[in-house]
């Protein structure tokens, strides 16, 4: 069973840099596919951040493009995300999913990570 | 950008009655559409992807229709384990993804 499990700072403070790690297991990042990061604020709507594939080809949501870093490391069948010059905006639940397994195209995300919560706040 | 919009953002159903809920894109999407189902504190389920076909698992009262910008979601009885908040969710536009502000289904 493919499991991803996001991990993580759960208070960073405005101005500096939001990073969270994804681990996934029973499915190999080698393998193929994408990889990617979704974002909900309290009470709305889900936002897509960015997608990555084990050749660390990233794909970013231009809204937060000039702010996003994604990286994978095959060796420890994890992928990041980094987000810099967080405000109070960026205060969210981070989930990492799955993106295109099991014969589905690439924008289907089967297999989500439970999120994490990151505060913004000083 | 693609913007998908829900309606309504909350939708009150007794338990055994039928739920219809909507989602619109801003230009066709063809059948690139999800729709995931998410309960508080969970992570959002895979339901229905290509617009019409249920993912592994999910029961047949729950069935998707639509293609282009008109897309639409119906459980044909609800059950308690159906209470909870929908997604949709367009592909068309890859890698660049949308989704909708959501629906809650809410027990009347």
């Known amino acids: 069973q493919v499991q991803l499990q996001e991990s993580g700072p759960g208070l960073v403070k405005p101005s500096e840099t939001l990073s969270l790690t994804c681990t996934v297991s029973?499915?190999?990042?080698?393998?193929?596919?994408?990889w990617g990061w979704v974002r909900q604020p309290p009470g709305r709507a889900l936002e897509w951040i960015g997608s990555i594939n084990h050749r660390g080809t990233t794909y970013y949501n231009p809204s937060l493009n000039s702010r996003v870093t994604m990286s994978v490391d095959t060796s420890k069948n994890q992928f990041s995300v980094r987000l810099s010059s967080v405000t109070a905006a960026d205060t969210a639940v981070y989930f990492c999913?799955?993106?295109?397994?099991?014969?589905?195209?690439?924008?289907?995300?089967?297999?989500w990570g439970q999120g994490t919560m990151v505060t913004v706040s000083s | 950008e693609i913007v998908m919009t829900q309606s309504p953002a909350t939708l009150s159903v007794s338990p055994g009655e039928r739920a219809t809920l909507s989602c619109r894109a801003s230009?066709?999407?063809?059948?690139?559409l999800v729709w995931y189902q998410q309960k508080p504190g969970q992570a959002p389920r895979l339901l229905m992807y290509s617009a019409s076909t249920r993912a592994p698992g999910i029961p047949a009262r729950f069935s998707g229709s639509g293609s282009g910008t008109e897309f639409t979601l119906t459980i044909s009885s609800l059950q308690s384990e159906d209470f909870a908040v929908y997604h949709c969710q367009q592909y068309n536009n890859w890698p660049l993804l949308t989704f909708g502000g959501g629906t809650k289904v809410e027990i009347k």
């Open positions: 230009q066709s999407v063809s059948s690139n």
């Open positions: 029973g499915y190999s990042l080698t393998s193929g596919l994408h």
């Open positions: 999913a799955r993106d295109g397994g099991d014969g589905y195209k690439f924008g289907v995300f089967d297999f």
